[in-house]
């Protein structure tokens, strides 16, 4: 991810740092540039727009430190601003809330969305020893409760009980029972998918929240869908309100496009990645390691 826009920003950058001054022109042209990379990186229209003005602005009106040369500025301004889009800090999952903490994990089917339950399952029973219960909502796809099951089982963390007929807000309404019951800190409810957003999806999801209070609610989005995974933040966030976002498939050849754009748009932090198949390929988001890695 983000190989091509590093490529093409270096390129683009190694050219201001050369020269011993520059011209507003100079700075102009280079973000005429930085636009047309970022458009090709896939990244959201109104965020290339603001993130180039600022840039500009900044660069043009930049008092030149006399230890570096306006080049190296224009640099620094450039991942200052890449961080800023990027939302600043990692901001970590909050569970900070009386146990048992409800966590729903919602998005489209094959988004990954259990895989990342599982994950963050896995992470705050091992890493930060809570207690954890999952629980399965997907009545829709037979195999998606078993699949949950087979995963608590290979990273040692529970699963509410399977009872067939149920439906998502009386699973749903269990699982947080069970939890209250059985001393958990963390019930994590995977919802179910669909291949597009659709009406019924949204009112099961708003059914699922008003039953359960859940203290995060998760949209798991693939990172390769690029501008699609934006417009998916966007309508979970108006429909179901969202309280962050996990990009999947970080680990794959994607333009960037997704986790650039997400946090300008939505106004949601991204939390987490996904950085492959196995149960402990999940990272922080850290902002300012994404922009050191897109400008080398
Ligand atoms: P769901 O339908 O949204 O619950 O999707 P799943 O959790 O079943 O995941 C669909 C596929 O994507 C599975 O084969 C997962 O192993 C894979 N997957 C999930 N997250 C990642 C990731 O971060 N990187 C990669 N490479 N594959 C992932």
């Known amino acids: 991810m983000f190989e091509s826009l590093s490529e093409r920003l270096s390129g683009i950058l190694d050219k201001l740092t050369g020269r011993g001054a520059l011209s507003e022109a100079d700075v102009n042209e280079a973000m005429r540039e930085v636009r047309r990379a970022l458009i090709e990186a896939d990244v959201a229209l109104p965020v290339v727009r603001s993130f180039t003005d600022k840039v500009r602005s900044r660069a043009v009106g930049a008092d030149v430190v006399k230890s570096i040369t306006p080049g190296q500025m224009v640099i620094k301004i450039v991942h200052d601003q890449l961080v800023e889009m990027l939302g ?32 963050i399952a896995r992470r705050l029973t091992m890493r930060d020893k809570r207690k954890v219960l999952m629980a399965s909502l997907d009545t829709r796809r037979p195999a998606a409760q078993e699949q949950l099951k087979v995963l608590g089982e290979q990273n040692s963390v529970d699963t509410l009980p399977i009872v067939a007929g149920q439906g998502p807000v009386e699973i749903a309404r269990r699982a947080i029972q069970a939890a209250r019951l059985g001393g958990y800190d963390v019930v994590m409810l995977d919802t179910a998918g669909r291949i597009h957003i659709d009406e019924s999806l949204m009112l099961e999801m708003a059914e699922v929240k008003a039953a359960t209070n859940p203290h995060e609610i ?7 869908t690029g501008q699609d995974a934006v417009n998916l933040a966007t309508s979970f966030d108006e429909r179901v309100g969202i309280t962050g976002i ?25 939390k987490l990645i996904g950085t492959g198949e196995k149960s402990d390929a999940l990272e922080d988001f850290h902002p300012r390691r994404i922009a050191d890695r897109i400008l080398g």
């Open 218 to 224: 998760l949209l798991v989005a693939d990172s390769l």
């Open 88 to 119: 600043s800090d990692a901001d970590p999952i909050d569970i900070n809330a009386p146990a048992p903490v409800a966590i729903m994990m919602v998005g489209l089917q094959g988004s990954g969305k259990t895989t990342t339950t599982a994950k």
């Open 246 to 270: 996990v990009l999947t498939r970080m680990d794959g050849d994607g333009r960037g496009g997704a986790a650039l754009s997400m946090r300008a748009v939505t106004g949601k932090p991204v």
